[in-house]
């Protein structure tokens, strides 16, 4: 029941219905992290969105010392809200580096192929996720622009 009322406060899954998001819950691979552990590198392929049920997470861009820049912090993000979107939609390289900063961070990972299964089982939830995630990305993408 926890994992289900955290997923109905994220923002992607908008406009479904209780039963819907219970259907997403059940792809949904919980994950713990503690302070400093990295969830994921940039660079590495995606094919997993998560969701943050819990803690906090620090998006980093920047490689460092194999890079051409010194590593950024982009933004904190913490519990109802997701990363790794991009993976829902492309098999692609992660654009950033994921590491949680909290001592207890749990996330609920959606593995690319079973929600793209879930889809073609129900339109419904794949037209609702997707429009979310475009709405969002879009957002972000202005959002970048304004800042240049």
Same mark, same amino acid.
Request: aromatic share 6%.
């Given at each position: 029941?926890?994992?289900?009322?955290?997923?109905?406060?994220?923002?992607?899954?908008d406009?479904?219905?209780?039963?819907?998001?219970? &259907?997403? +819950?059940?792809?949904?691979?919980? =994950?713990?992290?503690?302070?400093? $552990?990295? #969830?994921?590198?940039?660079?590495? !392929?995606?094919?997993?969105?998560?969701?943050?049920?819990?803690?906090?997470?620090?998006?980093?861009?920047?490689?460092?010392?194999?890079?051409?820049?010194?590593?950024?912090?982009?933004?904190?993000?913490?519990?109802?809200?997701?990363?790794?979107?991009?993976?829902?939609?492309?098999?692609?390289? &992660?654009? +950033?580096?994921?590491?949680?900063? =909290?001592?207890?961070?749990?996330? $609920?990972? #959606?593995?690319?192929?079973?929600? !793209?299964?879930?889809?073609?089982?129900?339109?419904?939830?794949?037209?609702?996720?997707?429009?979310?995630?475009?709405?969002d990305?879009?957002f972000?993408?202005?959002?970048?622009?304004?800042?240049?």
């Amino acid at each position: 029941m926890e994992l289900l009322n955290a997923l109905q406060r994220v923002e992607m899954f908008d406009g479904l219905p209780e039963e819907s998001v219970a &259907r997403l +819950a059940a792809l949904c691979q919980e =994950a713990i992290y503690g302070k400093d $552990d990295v #969830i994921f590198s940039q660079g590495q !392929l995606g094919d997993t969105l998560y969701v943050i049920r819990e803690g906090l997470v620090e998006i980093v861009i920047g490689h460092g010392s194999d890079g051409p820049e010194s590593p950024k912090s982009v933004i904190l993000l913490g519990s109802g809200q997701v990363f790794g979107e991009m993976a829902l939609v492309d098999r692609g390289r &992660r654009s +950033a580096t994921v590491r949680s900063v =909290a001592a207890r961070t749990v996330l $609920d990972g #959606i593995r690319r192929d079973e929600f !793209l299964a879930l889809c073609e089982s129900d339109y419904r939830i794949g037209y609702a996720v997707m429009r979310n995630l475009a709405t969002d990305l879009s957002f972000k993408l202005r959002h970048s622009n304004l800042r240049r």
